[in-house]
Nanobody, 119 residues
Framework: QVQLVESGGGLVQPGGSLRLSCEASGSIFSIYAMGWYRQAPGKQRELVALISSGGSTKYADSVKGRFTISRANAKFAVYLQMNSLEPEDTAIYYC?????????????WGQGTQVTVSS
């Protein structure tokens, strides 16, 4: 029904930057919001950043001022620019789409991309 393909993860030194990309494809009728979540070892998955169809954004307090979420509606894509990365940002980052797919409203996930911040 829908596929979310993430890219851009990797290994970076503290203070460095990465840009994550996620592009959705499939029988997407409408998108309410797209966002990024992350899960570190031994921790619960948490919201990193969210952007609504209207362009409103929401960020976790821990990333405010360092991360920026943006979207390209025409491509059903969402991006996460991550600056001033810290070791605490190490996690698997998941793309999420909330919307109507194949006639049903739901929440859909990508496979995840690893981000490791280490010297």
């Amino acid at each position: 029904q829908v596929q979310l393909v993430e890219s851009g993860g990797g290994l970076v030194q503290p203070g460095g930057s990465l840009r994550l990309s996620c592009e959705a494809s499939g029988s997407i009728f409408s998108i309410y919001a797209m966002g990024w979540y992350r899960q570190a070892p031994g921790k619960q998955r948490e919201l990193v950043a969210l952007i609504s169809s209207g362009g409103s954004t929401k960020y976790a307090d821990s990333v405010k001022g360092r991360f920026t979420i943006s979207r390209a509606n025409a491509k059903f894509a969402v991006y996460l620019q991550m600056n001033s990365l810290e070791p605490e940002d190490t996690a698997i980052y998941y793309c999420n789409l909330k919307g109507e797919v194949g006639g049903l409203s739901g929440s859909y996930w990508g496979q995840g991309t690893q981000v490791t911040v280490s010297s």
